[in-house]
């Protein structure tokens, strides 16, 4: 993969997650699992203080490739007590997480999950 795809891509995961599709605006935060353990070119984190909520992003080689790793990644959130929800968009992969039984998080990690996707 070139520089220029990868670096294409991480900003079609920031624009997808943007205040503009998402109507939150969240802050930089340090992705949950750093990308190279996961065998994951680049990554990101992002976090919304109240409500709960934070997301990690990460860009594989191929379409589809980050799908192998969403049951480690729900997981190790669950294990820290956390609930997790995971999404594919091509070659992005996404997981959120939020605090167990919180309701306004819940809604917030709904419409992240809607905008990565595309609002399907």
Known sequence: MSADWIKAERERAIDLLSPANTGVSLEPAAPRVPPEQLGALDGFGLASREPDARVSVYVFAEW??????TALLE???E???READ???NGALLFLGTIAKDDLPAR?????LLSAFSGRE
């Open 75 to 77: 997981n190790l959130a």
């Open 64 to 69: 589809g490739a980050g799908a192998e790793h």
């Open 86 to 88: 995971t999404a594919i």
């Open 107 to 111: 809604l917030l990690l709904n419409d």
């Open 79 to 81: 294990s820290d007590g």
